[in-house]
């Protein structure tokens, strides 16, 4: 024969007999449309949506950490020509090296930054103004679009005053000069100032007297210009650090016309050039925010592509690229969580088509065993399959693209995931089809002797043994790699596909192991049921039994339901780190960093609402006793505020942690230690480095108690050490517990305090849990965890139907002996449930394992922001909901099967039954 008879004999007629068959079945085959639609969808979906929330969690960080992310060059003053000479144009000088420094960034680098906007100011000093003390010092603006950025609401903008020149022989230390300079409304107010006052000018690097005299208040325009970081007492007076006896702090702003007359009076040192580049979150994307870090961390490491025309190198100031790095380990955590959900997406789909495709040839089963008889080869079976699934793929890829593009514009993003569950559905009725008719009508020749069959049968299950073997021995493997190595890629950093199926594997592996186990456990369920007298369990044990020699169903469930129950465990594992992660930084309701006084803990202590204040003062890499050479931390704590606090929290309280507050000794504070402590005490006398001197030591036991660095620690009480001491020892750290906590702290303006800032539970939690990488990742467990039920349902719905008709010929030989429609629900229903069950036990057990496994692979710390590492927390939602979505798709099987078979013809059916 011919290579074009052959040819034509494999597609001759196929469009016509694929034509006739796609219109008697035109409803499966919009079903199975519909579903590959929604299946590629979701799998192109997925990781668009993850991109999408790795950009926006690149923008959120940069937002959030201004000022911290902003790119500032750093210079001092200008060496003038001749000391004591006004420098004629200093505002347009200072323009002119923002743009040369602009101009000197990277190309790559430039691209990502704002226009430059520039700030001079000076140090802060203390001046006496009419109300008292004030710490003042003066700044110069210039932003980044040239507008003014205040409005004058009193008096006059700043003019250039006459010039004062030195007498013969008059040093310039002697000569007196005058700047006219502007105050803000509430800066005046503060300070009591008017129009037309003096105030002495003292910052460092002075070369002359200087005087500033008050000429204009103004209001700044827009607060939040970022010209203004780091002017804050510029824009409006602020409290003023506390024990300086100063009544507020409050900047006064010079204007391009009298800069000069401030700068004649300074050294270059005495004045500070910013020029601040902001970050453009807008264009930032993740992929991007990589080059960006790694951009600025070189020019920070050397900066002199901006040298100046006067050979000055300013300073790189930034926390950019520590931001952005921060969050690329971030980022790498919740990739690889996503990674894995994309696979089991891809793979319960897969599955579900392939579910769906032996659907549709278990109904054509007698046309294609019919069409083999008439002497159709497997090919042409095969093509005629092809040439209906190709055009029904081909049409629900397109629905699926065009959806994608109206729900995310983005075009970039991986196209694998959807071109696998298309290839399935390609594929799948085609193979299946061709599988089927070759096991019928094949010709295919069997040895007489039975040793020799033996021995055939012998080979086919040796060769399903190694298959079996083999997915058992990739499954073993990938779980030793990611948990050696983490689900990325050690060369590219990128996702490693086969370590992120790991789940999807040993469900594999737990499918072939409960395939061995369901046939005998059947088999025994049967010998029971023929036991006793009800007949519709003894057909469902039989028909079970044969049902589950086909372990597709088997895997697409047990896969679902492991990866459901992992989804709902991941989630329910981030939710309370979440809330761990901001018990263990918090460490109470509310924290203040930074010094805070006595009087103003005892007043947080009397709020309403407050049940406990600890304020503790920690000092590192303290000597402790004498040439021990023994370094520890010092904990100085509150001491029996702390063991309430513990107490309330449920963490173990040492005995005599609450007593150290009792000294029995005036020269001796009563301190805990670490164990490893214990043989330097009894060695050396129990002293310990505090301020500038040994502090004596009476120790009264151990403690677990460490620092921060987990150093050996040395606890004692605050006031104690205090008083052994002779000098004040203010607080540091301060933990408030109490529903009135925030409250207390808002009241007393604690957070106004110069060097203090305050964080709250609620607030780290708040922050946290909005940032977009975070919720977005969450988002995505949940609904990942909801998809994936669905695909539970779907899958079981198409395993019930699969079966159907041949389940029906079987019912209507009962309906004959009296069978009554609720026992022949029953039968079908107990004709699935032992592979449901084993397919929940199974994937419930992969599931709890899963998440424990690979804890430190998954990188759920970025999720949950816990410093000492995440643990798994077990709990039963997740098998409810797949418990609870088994039982759904059951029931829907069952009813569909139930409705479709009301109006059969019992004669018909009995004589199909007996062909």
Same mark, same amino acid.
């Given at each position: 024969?011919?290579?074009?008879?052959?040819?034509?004999?494999?597609?001759?007629?196929?469009?016509?007999?694929?034509?006739?068959?796609?219109?008697?079945?035109?409803?499966?085959?919009?079903?199975?449309?519909?579903?590959?639609?929604?299946?590629?969808?979701?799998?192109?979906?997925?990781?668009?949506?993850?991109?999408?929330?790795?950009?926006?969690?690149?923008?959120?960080?940069?937002?959030?950490?201004?000022?911290?992310?902003?790119?500032?060059?750093?210079?001092?003053?200008?060496?003038?020509?001749?000391?004591?000479?006004?420098?004629?144009?200093?505002?347009?000088?200072?323009?002119?090296?923002?743009?040369?420094?602009?101009?000197?960034?990277?190309?790559?680098?430039?691209?990502?930054?704002?226009?430059?906007?520039?700030?001079?100011?000076?140090?802060?000093?203390?001046?006496?103004?009419?109300?008292?003390?004030?710490?003042?010092?003066?700044?110069?603006?210039?932003?980044?679009?040239?507008?003014?950025?205040?409005?004058?609401?009193?008096?006059?903008?700043?003019?250039?005053?006459?010039?004062?020149?030195?007498?013969?022989?008059?040093?310039?230390?002697?000569?007196?000069?005058?700047?006219?300079?502007?105050?803000?409304?509430?800066?005046?107010?503060?300070?009591?100032?008017?129009?037309?006052?003096?105030?002495?000018?003292?910052?460092?690097?002075?070369?002359?007297?200087?005087?500033?005299?008050?000429?204009?208040?103004?209001?700044?325009?827009?607060?939040?210009?970022?010209?203004?970081?780091?002017?804050?007492?510029?824009?409006?007076?602020?409290?003023?650090?506390?024990?300086?006896?100063?009544?507020?702090?409050?900047?006064?702003?010079?204007?391009?016309?009298?800069?000069?007359?401030?700068?004649?009076?300074?050294?270059?040192?005495?004045?500070?050039?910013?020029?601040?580049?902001?970050?453009?979150?807008?264009?930032?994307?993740?992929?991007?925010?990589?080059?960006?870090?790694?951009?600025?961390?070189?020019?920070?490491?050397?900066?002199?592509?901006?040298?100046?025309?006067?050979?000055?190198?300013?300073?790189?100031?930034?926390?950019?690229?520590?931001?952005?790095?921060?969050?690329?380990?971030?980022?790498?955590?919740?990739?690889?969580?996503?990674?894995?959900?994309?696979?089991?997406?891809?793979?319960?789909?897969?599955?579900?088509?392939?579910?769906? $495709?032996?659907?549709?040839?278990?109904?054509?089963?007698?046309?294609?065993?019919?069409?083999? $008889?008439?002497?159709?080869?497997?090919?042409?079976?095969?093509?005629?399959?092809?040439?209906?699934?190709?055009?029904?793929?081909?049409?629900?890829?397109?629905?699926?693209?065009?959806?994608?593009?109206?729900?995310?514009?983005?075009?970039?993003?991986?196209?694998?995931?959807?071109?696998?569950?298309?290839?399935?559905?390609?594929?799948?009725?085609?193979?299946?089809?061709?599988?089927?008719?070759?096991?019928?009508?094949?010709?295919?020749?069997?040895?007489?002797?039975?040793?020799?069959?033996?021995?055939?049968?012998?080979?086919?299950?040796?060769?399903?043994?190694?298959?079996?073997?083999?997915?058992?021995?990739?499954?073993?493997?990938?779980?030793?790699?990611?948990?050696?190595?983490?689900?990325?890629?050690?060369?590219?950093?990128?996702?490693?596909?086969?370590?992120?199926?790991?789940?999807?594997?040993?469900?594999?592996?737990?499918?072939?192991?409960?395939?061995?186990?369901?046939?005998?456990?059947?088999?025994?369920?049967?010998?029971?049921?023929?036991?006793?007298?009800?007949?519709?369990?003894?057909?469902?044990?039989?028909?079970?039994?044969?049902?589950?020699?086909?372990?597709?169903?088997?895997?697409?469930?047990?896969?679902?339901?492991?990866?459901?129950?992992?989804?709902?465990?991941?989630?329910?594992?981030?939710?309370?780190?979440?809330?761990?992660?901001?018990?263990?930084?918090?460490?109470?309701?509310?924290?203040?960093?930074?010094?805070?006084?006595?009087?103003?803990?005892?007043?947080?202590?009397?709020?309403?609402?407050?049940?406990?204040?600890?304020?503790?003062?920690?000092?590192?890499?303290?000597?402790?006793?004498?040439?021990?050479?023994?370094?520890?931390?010092?904990?100085?704590?509150?001491?029996?505020?702390?063991?309430?606090?513990?107490?309330?929290?449920?963490?173990?309280?040492?005995?005599?942690?609450?007593?150290?507050?009792?000294?029995?000794?005036?020269?001796?504070?009563?301190?805990?230690?670490?164990?490893?402590?214990?043989?330097?005490?009894?060695?050396?006398?129990?002293?310990?480095?505090?301020?500038?001197?040994?502090?004596?030591?009476?120790?009264?036991?151990?403690?677990?108690?460490?620092?921060?660095?987990?150093?050996?620690?040395?606890?004692?009480?605050?006031?104690?050490?205090?008083?052994?001491?002779?000098?004040?020892?203010?607080?540091?750290?301060?933990?408030?517990?109490?529903?009135?906590?925030?409250?207390?702290?808002?009241?007393?303006?604690?957070?106004?305090?110069?060097?203090?800032?305050?964080?709250?539970?609620?607030?780290?939690?708040?922050?946290?849990?909005?940032?977009?990488?975070?919720?977005?990742?969450?988002?995505?467990?949940?609904?990942?965890?909801?998809?994936?039920?669905?695909?539970?349902?779907?899958?079981?719905?198409?395993?019930?139907?699969?079966?159907?008709?041949?389940?029906?010929?079987?019912?209507?030989?009962?309906?004959?002996?009296?069978?009554?429609?609720?026992?022949?629900?029953?039968?079908?229903?107990?004709?699935?449930?032992?592979?449901?069950?084993?397919?929940?036990?199974?994937?419930?057990?992969?599931?709890?394992?899963?998440?424990?496994?690979?804890?430190?692979?998954?990188?759920?710390?970025?999720?949950?922001?816990?410093?000492?590492?995440?643990?798994?927390?077990?709990?039963?939602?997740?098998?409810?909901?797949?418990?609870?979505?088994?039982?759904?798709?059951?029931?829907?099987?069952?009813?569909?099967?139930?409705?479709?078979?009301?109006?059969?013809?019992?004669?018909?059916?009995?004589?199909?039954?007996?062909?």
């Amino acid at each position: 024969m011919s290579l074009t008879t052959r040819v034509r004999t494999v597609v001759g007629a196929g469009p016509l007999v694929t034509r006739r068959r796609a219109a008697t079945d035109a409803g499966l085959l919009v079903l199975t449309g519909a579903l590959a639609a929604a299946l590629v969808l979701v799998a192109l979906l997925a990781p668009r949506l993850v991109m999408s929330v790795a950009d926006r969690g690149a923008r959120d960080v940069v937002e959030r950490g201004r000022p911290g992310t902003d790119v500032i060059a750093e210079v001092g003053g200008v060496d003038p020509p001749v000391a004591g000479v006004r420098p004629p144009e200093p505002a347009d000088d200072l323009r002119r090296d923002a743009a040369t420094i602009s101009d000197g960034v990277p190309a790559t680098l430039r691209g990502y930054l704002t226009d430059p906007m520039t700030t001079t100011t000076t140090s802060a000093w203390y001046a006496q103004v009419p109300a008292g003390v004030a710490a003042g010092r003066v700044g110069h603006v210039l932003p980044s679009d040239g507008s003014d950025p205040v409005r004058w609401v009193a008096g006059r903008a700043p003019a250039l005053l006459p010039d004062v020149q030195p007498a013969e022989g008059q040093p310039l230390a002697d000569l007196q000069r005058h700047v006219e300079v502007g105050v803000s409304v509430t800066g005046a107010e503060a300070m009591g100032l008017e129009l037309g006052d003096e105030v002495v000018v003292k910052p460092g690097g002075l070369l002359t007297r200087l005087t500033a005299v008050v000429v204009g208040t103004y209001e700044v325009v827009d607060p939040d210009d970022p010209v203004w970081s780091g002017l804050a007492d510029l824009v409006e007076a602020r409290p003023a650090p506390r024990g300086t006896g100063a009544i507020a702090a409050a900047g006064f702003l010079v204007s391009d016309a009298s800069l000069p007359d401030l700068l004649v009076a300074l050294a270059p040192t005495g004045t500070t050039t910013q020029v601040r580049f902001l970050a453009r979150a807008d264009q930032l994307t993740a992929d991007g925010a990589e080059t960006l870090a790694t951009e600025v961390a070189a020019l920070s490491a050397d900066p002199t592509p901006l040298r100046l025309m006067d050979a000055r190198v300013p300073l790189i100031k930034t926390g950019l690229d520590d931001a952005l790095n921060a969050y690329r380990d971030r980022l790498a955590g919740a990739t690889a969580q996503a990674s894995v959900l994309l696979a089991g997406l891809v793979a319960v789909g897969a599955l579900t088509l392939l579910l769906a $495709a032996r659907l549709l040839v278990e109904r054509r089963a007698s046309l294609y065993t019919l069409e083999r $008889a008439r002497g159709a080869s497997v090919a042409s079976v095969g093509w005629r399959a092809l040439l209906e699934s190709v055009p029904v793929t081909t049409l629900a890829c397109a629905v699926a693209v065009g959806a994608l593009a109206v729900l995310v514009p983005r075009t970039g993003g991986a196209w694998w995931p959807g071109a696998a569950v298309a290839a399935v559905g390609v594929l799948a009725p085609a193979v299946l089809a061709a599988t089927l008719v070759r096991r019928s009508w094949t010709g295919r020749r069997v040895p007489a002797n039975r040793a020799d069959r033996d021995r055939l049968a012998a080979r086919r299950r040796t060769r399903r043994l190694v298959a079996e073997l083999t997915l058992l021995a990739l499954a073993g493997g990938a779980l030793a790699s990611v948990r050696a190595r983490g689900l990325l890629a050690s060369s590219t950093g990128g996702v490693d596909w086969l370590l992120a199926a790991t789940p999807v594997l040993l469900a594999g592996a737990s499918t072939v192991l409960v395939s061995h186990v369901l046939p005998p456990a059947l088999r025994a369920l049967r010998r029971a049921a023929s036991r006793g007298p009800a007949l519709a369990g003894l057909v469902a044990a039989a028909r079970a039994e044969r049902a589950s020699r086909t372990a597709i169903p088997l895997l697409t469930l047990t896969v679902a339901v492991a990866l459901v129950v992992f989804s709902g465990l991941t989630v329910a594992t981030v939710d309370r780190g979440q809330q761990r992660a901001a018990d263990v930084l918090v460490g109470g309701d509310v924290r203040v960093d930074g010094p805070v006084d006595d009087a103003t803990l005892d007043a947080l202590r009397d709020a309403p609402g407050v049940t406990s204040v600890v304020g503790t003062r920690m000092w590192v890499s303290r000597t402790f006793g004498i040439g021990s050479g023994v370094d520890v931390t010092l904990l100085a704590v509150d001491a029996q505020a702390l063991a309430e606090l513990r107490r309330s929290a449920g963490d173990p309280v040492e005995p005599g942690l609450a007593s150290l507050g009792e000294q029995t000794s005036p020269t001796a504070a009563p301190a805990l230690i670490s164990p490893e402590l214990e043989r330097v005490a009894e060695a050396f006398a129990p002293q310990v480095w505090a301020t500038d001197v040994f502090a004596p030591l009476d120790v009264q036991g151990t403690t677990s108690i460490r620092g921060d660095d987990g150093a050996p620690t040395v606890v004692v009480d605050r006031a104690v050490l205090a008083s052994v001491l002779g000098t004040e020892v203010p607080a540091q750290y301060t933990r408030l517990l109490g529903p009135g906590a925030v409250r207390a702290v808002t009241d007393l303006a604690v957070a106004e305090t110069p060097g203090v800032t305050v964080l709250s539970r609620e607030g780290w939690l708040e922050d946290w849990t909005s940032s977009p990488l975070t919720a977005g990742l969450r988002t995505l467990m949940v609904v990942s965890q909801v998809a994936l039920a669905l695909l539970a349902v779907v899958a079981l719905v198409l395993t019930v139907v699969a079966t159907a008709r041949d389940r029906r010929r079987t019912l209507h030989v009962l309906r004959t002996l009296g069978l009554d429609p609720g026992t022949a629900r029953r039968l079908s229903a107990g004709e699935v449930l032992p592979l449901t069950v084993a397919a929940l036990l199974a994937g419930s057990a992969i599931g709890f394992v899963v998440p424990w496994l690979l804890l430190s692979a998954l990188g759920l710390t970025a999720l949950t922001g816990e410093p000492d590492g995440t643990h798994v927390a077990f709990t039963w939602q997740p098998v409810a909901i797949a418990v609870g979505a088994l039982l759904a798709g059951l029931w829907v099987a069952v009813e569909i099967e139930a409705r479709t078979r009301r109006d059969d013809d019992l004669a018909v059916g009995i004589r199909e039954a007996e062909r």
